[in-house]
């Protein structure tokens, strides 16, 4: 044996966690691009869905139960927008997106690869230093999509990076493989852009700090994209009032109207051979039809009539 000291071992100085999970409320789309986000990061955490009748304050002490002091909640809405919050716990700042546009690794199937774990480089948008919100939100991607040096879990090279773009007043987020060291790139996935609603001074609440000016409401978007007639084979309202018997009736006569008339075979059509068969188009006699609509009418007047009768009818003392 050496009397060399022994190596030291690198220092975890960065000690970043990062609480994921979700809301119950999103589909299955929603929960395998939160699955993808958790691969991209080691230094996540995972946590089981939370009842949506509980406050957003009590994130902040699952995220101290977690030791954790970052925090990503997925937040769905009638199961067809995803919101995501991104806080800082416990003390702030937080931020509201809406996710839109998600295509996850699974449906992309692209040709780039990364091994699991690798610490990402980040590229960001020039547009980020111009304004003030643009800063922040840089600031706490870094800090939560930055994977710690010596963590763990972590790998310790790059093999790939993410790009945050900016484009329409949204955050455009892409992952690509570093194929080789002049810039040669290959997508990964996931797909999704992050359109900012809010930026809040404390985790999960607090005072406005800043609110998009130019985001629709997505209410307002579904209701002047939804189409003038839904189903216009279906009668509206008015086919439902009024005596259901009457009605039955009407529907019958009007259907025996407009049915075509049967093609009948002759007697003599029947006993000649297969290949001199001939069929004769006979129609049938109008007096006969109005005989046979008659009688269906009496019949079905008869059945309202004692229905009539009974409603009439009390029970009589004993």
């Known amino acids: 044996m050496s009397d060399d000291p022994a190596p030291k071992q690198p220092k975890w100085i960065n000690r970043q966690r990062v609480l994921v999970f979700a809301a119950r409320g999103i589909n299955h789309r929603h929960r395998h691009l939160m699955e993808d986000i958790?691969?991209?990061?080691p230094h996540h955490k995972s946590e089981s869905k939370?009842?949506?009748?509980?406050?957003?304050?009590?994130?902040?002490?699952?995220?101290e139960m977690k030791n954790c002091n970052?925090?990503?909640l997925f937040e769905g809405r009638k199961m067809r927008d995803l919101y995501m919050w991104v806080a800082n716990v416990p003390n702030g700042p937080s931020v509201k997106f809406l996710v839109e546009n998600i295509y996850t690794m699974g449906e992309l199937k692209m040709t780039g690869n990364c091994l699991r774990g690798s610490r990402p480089l980040l590229s960001f948008d020039p547009q980020f230093t111009k304004d003030p919100?643009?800063?922040l939100l840089k600031e706490m991607l870094i800090q939560i999509f930055g994977v710690p040096n010596h963590h763990p879990k972590s790998q310790p090279f790059f093999d790939h990076v993410y790009t945050f773009m900016i484009l329409d007043n949204r955050v455009w987020f892409r992952n690509y493989q570093i194929l080789s060291e002049d810039g040669a790139l290959a997508e990964i996935g996931p797909r999704f852009v992050l359109n900012p609603v809010k930026i809040f001074s404390g985790s999960f609440g607090g005072v406005t700090l800043w609110e998009n000016p130019k985001r629709i409401e997505k209410k307002v978007v579904y209701e002047a994209t939804k189409p003038e007639t839904g189903y216009p084979d279906i009668e509206g309202a008015d086919f439902f009032k009024g005596d259901p018997m009457r009605k039955a009736h009407e529907v019958v006569i009007k259907e025996e109207l407009e049915s075509p008339p049967k093609i009948e075979e002759s007697d003599d059509a029947i006993e000649k051979p297969v290949?001199?068969?001939?069929i004769t188009k006979t129609r049938p006699d109008k007096v006969i039809r109005r005989k046979q609509l008659k009688a269906k009418s009496k019949a079905i007047s008869d059945q309202i009539k004692k229905r009539k009768q009974f409603k009439k009818k009390k029970p009589g003392k004993k």
């Open 50 to 63: 939370m009842e949506r009748s509980k406050n957003l304050y009590v994130v902040n002490e699952i995220s």
């Open 38 to 41: 958790k691969t991209l990061m």
């Open 275 to 278: 290949f001199t068969k001939k």
């Open 70 to 72: 970052k925090c990503i």
């Open 133 to 135: 919100h643009y800063g």
